[in-house]
């Protein structure tokens, strides 16, 4: 195929005008669609891995970290402890809708566990771990583990296979989590005719864990988890009566045989917070990328200055970051009804981990009554993902972020946040996250003017 050459400055205005026609939308989907991320300025598949796998799978080579295998469960405890991820946050999936399904039925349920950095799939006999880790740099990066004892174990990163699933319309095309909810029959096979839902905070709890084991107290909510549908149809509506409030799986399946016997409907809710902030995350941080990548060819056709700043850019930029300032503020949270309270433990342990202000406040303080979190902003502020964000990104973050807060902007989609919690999110924010900018630091007071209704 042959490529007109650019002849003249009017020539290369008029493509460039073009190519920025592309981005003054501000849809950022289009902007960095499926697989571009495999090109400069990300390059997924081709730059070294940085996150807490990659750095334990270098102790292992040092000689500087062991993971011992056990003849029940291999390496998983070794590993779980390795990279400080609680036995508290097991959920347990039946769906056939990872890696190993052959493994995967709704007596053979796949055991998830997590943390703010790494989650770690399990199936009984299964071949390998799952592992998928939180990157700074390049989103979600895939390994698995060999399950059979030997001297050095690897963690091996994987790419093709994993990302079929995990870099798609799901993930917004970036590398990233996805949790969903469907009917599944009693061999664990989804039942697709009947629908599939990519779930996060917004989605209403009566959708929810389809295909997941669910142990915990909820009142009167209603979801579909612990549900198997014994038929090759699913006939509406379902009655799931048996699948609600269930504090025992053993009478589903062999309990025993799993770290612990719970698949707690707290770490559930948790999970799919963390997993739309993260992507939320790594949108903004590749749309940073990419916007200055290329800018920076635009500007190089239009021979300005290599850092001339392209009103397209931040757009870009701005608009990415407004849909990370919204999940991390819960907007469109779905409301919950009644106090929902978990089975395993996990609930003390997320707390324990928080970080507090110095009356005691975080970030981490869960309600479970009306909503998720008693201060409705996101502890994955804190994360390593949030500060590897570029600096552009960050700024424009703490800017949006404080117009809500400060009450500059009063928009309809924050209206779910009353003065107080303005406030007290600001305080906490002010006293426990560093490096705030200059703005942050006049007295939270100061500001709150506005009466709660």
């Not at 073009?18 to 499926?34: D, E, P, R, T």
């Not at 060819?297 to 239009?302: E, T």
């Not at 469109?332 to 981990?353: R, V």
């Not at 809500?404 to 406030?423: T, W």
Request: charged residues 20%; aromatic residues 8%.
């Amino acid at each position: 195929m042959l490529v007109p050459v650019i002849r003249s400055r009017t020539s290369a205005l008029s493509l460039t005008l073009l190519l920025l026609a592309n981005f003054s939308s501000g849809n950022i989907h289009s902007a960095m669609a499926a697989d571009e991320f495999e090109k400069p300025p990300i390059s997924y598949s081709s730059i070294a891995a940085d996150n807490c796998v990659s750095r334990l799978q270098q102790q292992l080579e040092a000689g500087s970290k062991v993971l011992n295998h056990d003849d029940q469960h291999g390496y998983l405890s070794s590993l779980l402890t390795a990279l400080d991820v609680p036995v508290e946050s097991q959920m347990l999936v039946f769906s056939k809708t990872s890696l190993q399904q052959r493994r995967i039925t709704p007596r053979t349920p796949r055991a998830i566990y997590f943390n703010e950095n790494v989650y770690v799939g399990y199936c009984q006999s299964g071949d390998v771990l799952e592992l998928s880790a939180v990157d700074p740099m390049l989103g979600t990066v895939f390994y698995t583990m060999d399950q059979d004892a030997t001297v050095k174990p690897q963690l091996q990163r994987r790419n093709d296979n994993c990302l079929v699933c995990h870099s798609s319309s799901r993930t917004g095309g970036i590398p990233g989590h996805v949790v969903r909810s469907l009917y599944v029959d009693a061999g664990g096979q989804p039942l697709f005719s009947a629908g599939s839902r990519t779930v996060d905070h917004t989605t209403p709890i009566k959708e929810r864990w389809g295909g997941w084991y669910v142990t915990g107290t909820h009142g009167e909510q209603s979801h579909v988890g612990n549900l198997i549908i014994r038929s090759n149809r699913v006939v509406e509506p379902v009655d799931n009566t048996e699948g609600q409030n269930v504090t025992d799986l053993a009478s589903r399946f062999k309990v025993e045989r799993y770290m612990t016997p719970h698949s707690d409907i707290v770490a559930l809710m948790v999970l799919e917070h963390q997993t739309l902030v993260q992507n939320c995350i790594t949108k903004a941080n590749f749309a940073t990328r990419q916007a200055f990548h290329d800018q920076k060819a635009m500007n190089k056709v239009l021979e300005y200055p290599e850092d001339h700043q392209l009103d397209s850019t931040a757009r870009r930029i701005t608009n990415s970051v407004k849909d990370l300032v919204e999940a991390v503020l819960f907007v469109d949270e779905a409301p919950l009804t009644s106090l929902i309270s978990g089975t395993s433990g996990y609930t003390e342990m997320f707390s324990k981990s928080a970080v507090r202000d110095s009356t005691g406040r975080s970030l981490k303080d869960l309600d479970m009554n009306r909503r998720m979190f008693k201060y409705p902003c996101s502890y994955l502020i804190y994360s390593d993902a949030f500060d590897g964000l570029p600096q552009q990104t960050q700024d424009e973050f703490w800017k949006q972020l404080w117009a809500v807060l400060s009450n500059d902007n009063q928009a309809q989609e924050f209206a779910h946040l009353a003065a107080s919690d303005r406030l007290a999110i600001a305080e906490i924010i002010q006293q426990t996250k560093p490096n705030l900018p200059d703005y942050w630091n006049p007295p939270a007071a100061a500001r709150a003017t506005s009466v709660d209704q």
